[in-house]
């Protein structure tokens, strides 16, 4: 199988910056696009950056010039640089990644658990 685990999320001032990672893990052939998404009780879960195997990324444009996506190939491991955090930047944000397990010909979708990011003075 296949598990997805994200770390780094906390508490930060407004201004403030934090860094996420998310670490695929299991019987992995080849992750092809790996992005984070965020999500706030009562709204849906929304995109915020994603990046291809080839090292392409694209963004929200609430976050543009303030987030960096980017990734370790060798490693499964996707990070999200989020600089210049605002109160509208709290949620828990999620990583998810298209992964072609060893064996598979088709890749599936996998989330991992979510980690909580609170920008608050």
């Known amino acids: 199988q296949v598990q997805l685990v994200e770390s780094g999320g906390g508490l930060v001032q407004p201004g403030g910056s934090l860094r996420l990672s998310c670490v695929a893990s299991?019987?992995?052939?080849?992750?092809?696009?790996m992005g984070w998404y965020r999500q706030t009780p009562g709204k849906e879960r929304e995109l915020v950056a994603s990046?291809?195997?080839?090292?392409?990324?694209d963004y929200a444009d609430s976050v543009k010039d303030r987030f960096t996506i980017s990734r370790d190939n060798a490693k499964n491991t996707v990070y999200l640089q989020l600089n210049n955090l605002q109160t509208e930047d709290t949620a828990v944000y999620y990583c998810?990644?298209?992964?072609?397990?060893?064996?598979?010909?088709?890749?599936?979708?996998?989330w991992g658990q979510g980690t909580q990011v609170t920008v608050s003075s």
């Open positions: 998810k990644a298209q992964i072609r397990r060893i064996g598979k010909f088709d890749p599936n979708n996998y």
């Open positions: 299991g019987n992995i052939y080849i992750a092809f696009d």
């Open positions: 990046i291809s195997n080839r090292g392409a990324a």
